[in-house]
């Protein structure tokens, strides 16, 4: 085992990540690029080693450690490569939680693989310093006689140091920060010696950022000053942004626990002035092109911008999805100022809107897209833009490209995608990754023509692994300076295996394994059976395992780390090298090394990854074949960080770390310049055929690279730029890959799927012209071959066949079977095949309207239409041509939002008599409804129904529950009631004196109180107990009540006869308090309400208080259409819907069928078992009936009815 694994495994396994999280604060990469490409897939021009964060995390492992917390989060929010890197990025600043973010390219440039890359200092004493600490020094372990003195170990490296070679370097400490657990640095460039660097104090327990320091350097990092004074002593700090288009223009933001402002610095952070915010800053996103326009996104969702670089910013839009908007592409966009954003409606609906910069208005709002699409799912990358629509529970992807009309992305056809994932954009075709339905850990990866819509295959089972944050990192790097080669982990046969490609994934095999280890010792693997396998997690940290890294300016030449063997393995780590673009491979290291790129690639630089503190680093000028050890420090160093000048182009780079973890931070500035003593000539090149083992035609081209010799040892300087002679090479069938609808066989030929029908490709055709019919393959884009076989296998130009219409399809814009009333639906119709100009097409919406066009291509914008009545519509597209027709419909649901429902049912109900609960909705249609009931005891098997009304007996005396439930659409309402089963009752309808009415808020609560104020009243004139009284007051004006009496079943034995007397002499009683007015209540300080016996006394009803009003005529006349009211639904009790249960109750009333009662059995529990809410009732029902009742028209309800009973 190395001697490196040897000391780690004597630590905890999260010891390796002693190392701060180094993480590109990409200021340099294009947004929309950055937005949605892994910059796996573009490594080289994209991956600018400028900017680093440098995090030292001191919180706890139980804590997940994640960085700053919740607050502003330009980078760890992201929890993603590319979202971190965008966070001071320079056209893009903000976080990427996309749907894709795979594996990043370059050291350094993408997130960390596990949270082990996140530990504090004071772990990384108790781990690896641990070890150093609990050692004794060599002079006490091992002690000499004293007549033979020995050196001691520091003697001993004493004298190596001095015969060892040495680079030229400095050392400065950052004063005052040793507790700064983060940091962020940034290196201007651009022949600037200026590099800023944020030192921060994150407190794991606050969640907060409560210390910060700003330094600056103006002498490539040989000294540093500290510029708190000049951002304000107790100003703390939280960001740093520079914009990408003037590395001048700094921009520096406040911790908003404190203060929400931002600094701006347009001297390269030499001084700044400070702009108060009235928002929180989550994310910056910078303009492509324009240094000083920014949109800035806030804590609640709002989107800002500014074309005064911060200095002051105008709200655009509201309910904003994070992280997707995007800025306006020249060339694409009709103006430089428009922005694209996905806007949020819903928890399941958003829409694509295009807005102003300065003018974001209804009026000047584009929708690019026709309907809703799924929440956070618009993606704006070069000249595609992509959205998803779920149909049915299935995802539909849509692309546009070029900003013309959207298209449905067509995959294979039972791909049937859980996930799809953008990754690449570039050169014209869109490359994604799908997991399928029948994959959980894999993802096949996908390429599209130059339109962004027809895809084949490319590769399959590629692995995939979830980041800290939950993003989908694939295994999948598109090698920098090559065009078409990639690198991708594939899993057969449950092992992982890397894969290699020349031509875009036309073809792919394994790489050759080493034929010789790092001690010259031979390595038999023989393929397949045995190869080269490599770790695609371009790491944040460039110390940590898998890391890999490839340059612009040095093609051919890829550093990685991985394993030799039948599959890939995270033990015996090793770090390869190849010249030749992976053609062969050479093992540098049997140990985990971060090797970085020195003068454009013309120099190595290679610092091991151990959580000992070193001093050392080595460095190679012949591509990886021999190394020279050199020392940087004459004291050993935690190493946290590596930074070097942007676009590594010069031979001076800074090591960041501790002494120990208690120390300041030390800034090591190495100038490698002194070992190179000329600089590069013409003499000292050399040309590089690329090939493919021997194979030099790749993507149609043979290509010549002008590099430098290996045994060179000059500088290059920033002068040098990479030379490319290129010659084309005539068409092969490698050049050419599987058209959409089409497989390869086992003998290397493409033949159709079973489930495709080539014709089928014509469908657009018009007759007269003429379309390109397929021969099964479609050369590969960016392929630049020529003659050969170049007309055998191209598409070949027919003229368009004249066919009858098939295939219509008849379906929404949002592919839902359900619309709102008085909403606009549109449907949009799809032929496969036919002459689109010439075939015709008549829509019905099943509603007594229907349109004609005369052919179907002019509705590509869909047919827009709105239902005025709620209800289930058949709408049927029929297409005719000359040679045919063809008829497709749908099933529309058309519904309203249901607001609320009422159970109708009676207060007190006759044991073994059927009564009826009706449920009663407002509105009264909205569609299908359906309902469904648990009735007394039954609890749990429901009664689900189709009707709103039910009938139902209760056997058991007591208290009975009744539910309903509503569904209709995505609503689902309940009510409840309790009712109060009996053998034999009597009740009597009470009236007030009129200055109640005055007094009556005509609510639930106020009517709940003032029946028990009633029933109270009643027990101290009468005497009557108090369980064989109920008292309800009624909703609505004049105010109005009912009381019922109950038998005392003790008192009459159980015997009818009793029971009825008994009740007759209660009832006496009752009536004769009632007229002779012993029956008041005081309401409040002089407000005496008198009640009355409404339906068997004419009393006069007098106004017992000194105000004497004219309201009691109306109360006279209220107490006559009672009366009336009672005796019409007597008459016509199953005809009126929500009273046919009240005229039951007075139905079993007047046969009076009296028996003896037990009032312990009668007697509620509580008011609760009895009393429930009633909303507001006051619709006039629908002639239309509901479900099983008879519809009275002229039947409206005023008030509600009954609730309360007491």
Not at 306 to 318: C, I, P
Not at 518 to 544: D, K
Not at 854 to 866: F, Q
Request: proline share 5%; net charge neutral.
């Amino acid at each position: 085992m190395p001697a490196m694994q040897r000391e780690v495994s004597s630590c905890p396994k999260w010891h390796r990540a002693l190392w701060l999280w180094l993480l590109l604060l990409a200021g340099l990469f294009p947004a929309a690029e950055a937005d949605i490409t892994c910059r796996s897939c573009q490594p080289g021009r994209k991956w600018r080693g400028q900017e680093l964060l440098l995090r030292l995390d001191t919180g706890g492992r139980e804590r997940g450690v994640r960085g700053d917390g919740d607050g502003i989060r330009p980078c760890e929010a992201a929890g993603s490569a590319a979202g971190c890197a965008r966070a001071p990025r320079a056209e893009n600043a903000r976080p990427s939680p996309e749907r894709s973010n795979p594996r990043a390219s370059g050291a350094g440039a993408t997130q960390n693989r596990s949270a082990d890359t996140k530990v504090s200092r004071g772990r990384r004493d108790s781990g690896g310093r641990a070890g150093v600490r609990g050692r004794e020094p060599a002079e006490r372990r091992a002690r000499a006689p004293r007549s033979e003195p020995r050196w001691s170990a520091e003697e001993r490296r004493a004298a190596a140091a001095k015969d060892e070679p040495k680079v030229n370097s400095s050392t400065f400490a950052l004063s005052g920060d040793s507790s700064h657990n983060q940091a962020m640095v940034h290196w201007s460039g651009q022949n600037s010696s200026v590099i800023l660097m944020l030192t921060k104090l994150f407190d794991f327990n606050l969640n907060s950022v409560t210390e910060s320091s700003l330094w600056r350097s103006t002498d490539y990092g040989a000294t540093y000053q500290k510029l708190n004074d000049k951002v304000g002593t107790k100003t703390i700090l939280s960001y740093l942004y520079v914009s990408p288009n003037n590395k001048r223009k700094i921009m520096l933001l406040t911790d908003p626990e404190v203060e929400s402002s931002l600094l701006i610095s347009t001297d390269e952070g030499a001084t700044y002035q400070k702009y108060r915010l009235n928002f929180y800053i989550l994310s910056l996103l910078f303009h492509p092109e324009q240094e000083d326009w920014i949109l800035a996104y806030s804590h609640d969702q709002k989107l800002y911008s500014s074309v005064e670089f911060g200095r002051r910013w105008q709200l655009v839009h509201e309910r904003v999805a994070p992280n997707r908007f995007y800025w306006s592409k020249m060339g694409l966009d009709k103006e430089p100022g428009l922005i694209h954003l996905e806007t949020s409606i819903s928890e399941a609906q958003a829409l694509y809107v295009t807005c102003k910069l300065q003018n974001c208005t209804d009026a000047n709002k584009g929708k690019p897209f026709p309907g809703y699409i799924d929440p956070n799912s618009l993606v704006v990358q070069d000249e595609y833009v992509f959205v998803q629509v779920s149909t049915s529970g299935r995802p539909v992807y849509y692309v546009s490209a070029k900003r013309d009309v959207f298209t449905p992305m067509k995959l294979p056809k039972y791909t049937l995608p859980k996930e799809l994932h953008v990754i690449s954009t570039d050169e014209n075709r869109v490359v994604a990754a799908v997991q399928e339905w029948n994959q959980n850990e894999t993802y096949n990866l996908y390429v599209s023509d130059t339109s962004g819509v027809y895809y084949t295959l490319a590769l399959g089972s590629v692995v995939s692994s979830m980041g800290l944050e939950g993003n989908v990192m694939v295994d999948l790097y598109e090698v920098a300076g090559i065009k078409g080669m990639f690198l991708a982990n594939k899993k057969t046969d449950n092992q992982v295996k890397t894969h290699i490609t020349y031509n875009r994934g036309r073809d792919w095999r394994l790489l050759q394994a080493p034929s010789k280890d790092l001690r010259g010792n031979g390595i038999h693997c023989a393929l397949p059976y045995c190869s080269l396998h490599l770790h695609l997690h371009v790491s944040a940290n460039p110390y940590t395992s898998g890391n890999i890294a490839s340059r612009e300016s040095a093609p051919g030449i890829i550093v990685a780390s991985g394993s030799i063997g039948s599959e890939l393995t995270t033990n015996n780590v090793s770090v390869f090298i190849t010249s030749d673009a992976g053609n062969t491979w050479r093992q540098i290291f049997d140990e985990e090394y971060a090797v970085l790129y020195l003068d454009q690639g013309g120099a190595l630089v290679a610092i091991r990854h151990t959580p000992l503190p070193i001093r050392h680093l080595w460095l190679s000028f012949d591509e990886g074949r021999q190394w020279n050890k050199y020392s940087f420090t004459s004291t050993p160093l935690f190493v946290d960080g590596v930074l070097g000048e942007p676009g590594e182009e010069t031979l001076i780079m800074t090591i960041f770390g501790h002494v120990s973890h208690r120390s300041e931070w030390q800034l090591v500035k190495i100038d490698f310049r002194s070992i190179f003593n000329r600089r590069c000539t013409e003499a000292d090149y050399q040309t590089w055929h690329l090939h493919d083992q021997g194979e030099p035609c790749l993507m149609g081209v043979k290509r010549i690279y002008r590099k430098l010799k290996p045994t060179s040892r000059c500088v290059m300087g920033k002068a040098y730029s990479v030379t490319m002679t290129s010659g084309a090479c005539d068409c092969t069938e490698a050049d050419f890959e599987c058209d959409y609808g089409y497989e390869r066989r086992t003998d290397g030929k493409c033949s159709p799927a079973f489930w495709f029908h080539p014709s089928s490709m014509s469908r657009s055709c018009t007759t007269g012209m003429t379309f390109l019919n397929s021969t099964g393959y479609r050369k590969v884009v960016s392929n630049n071959c020529t003659a050969g076989v170049s007309s055998e296998y191209t598409a070949r130009r027919l003229q368009c066949p004249v066919l009858a219409p098939r295939g219509l399809q008849l379906v929404t814009s949002e592919g839902a079977l359900t619309a709102t009333l008085g909403a606009n639906v549109t449907f949009l119709v799809f032929l496969e095949e036919g002459d689109g100009a010439r075939t015709s097409v008549t829509v019905d919406f099943g509603d007594g309207h229907a349109v004609t066009y005369s052919n179907v291509s002019s509705i590509e914008d869909g047919i827009k239409h709105i239902y005025k009545a709620v209800g289930i519509y058949r709408v049927t597209a029929t297409v005719e041509n000359s040679l045919g027709s063809e008829t497709s419909a749908l099933y529309l649901h058309v519904t309203c939002q249901l607001e609320y429902i009422h159970l109708s049912a009676p207060f007190v109900a006759v044991r073994n008599k059927e009564v009826n609960l009706t449920a009663v909705l407002w509105p009264s249609q909205v569609g299908t409804v359906t309902y469904i009931w648990w009735i007394g005891n039954n609890t749990e098997q429901p009664v689900i129904t189709l009707e709103g009304s039910v009938a139902c007996t209760f056997s058991r005396e007591g208290t009975n529950s009744v539910t309903v439930q509503v569904s209709a659409g995505s609503s689902i309402l309940q009510d409840k009631k309790s009712i109060a089963v009996h053998e034999y009752f009597r009740s009597h309808l009470l009236a007030f004196s009129s200055n109640l009415d005055e007094h009556n808020p005509d609510i639930a609560e106020w009517r709940l109180d003032v029946s028990r104020v009633i029933k109270n009243a009643l027990i101290q004139a009468t005497g009557v107990r108090e369980d064989q009284l109920l008292v309800t007051v009624l909703p609505g004006l004049p105010t109005a009540a009912e009381f019922f009496l109950l038998p005392d079943k003790l008192a009459t034995e159980g015997k009818p006869e009793k029971s009825s007397a008994h009740l007759d002499q209660l009832s006496e009683v009752l009536l004769s308090a009632l007229n002779q007015n012993f029956v008041q209540f005081t309401l409040r300080p002089g407000v005496q309400v008198t009640v009355y016996a409404a339906h068997l006394s004419a009393a006069p009803l007098v106004d017992t208080s000194e105000n004497h009003s004219g309201s009691a005529m109306l109360m006279l006349l209220s107490v006559v259409v009672v009366g009336l009211a009672v005796f019409v639904i007597y008459k016509f009790k199953r005809k009126i819907p929500g009273l046919n249960v009240y005229a039951q109750m007075q139905n079993e009333k007047e046969q009076e069928m009296m028996s003896p009662v037990d009032p312990s059995e009668a007697t509620p529990s509580s008011q609760q078992d009895l009393v429930t809410s009633l909303e507001i009732l006051d619709t006039e029902f629908n002639p239309r009936p509901i479900g099983c009742m008879k519809p009275h028209v002229h039947v409206k309800f005023s008030t509600e009815l009954p609730t309360f009973i007491v």
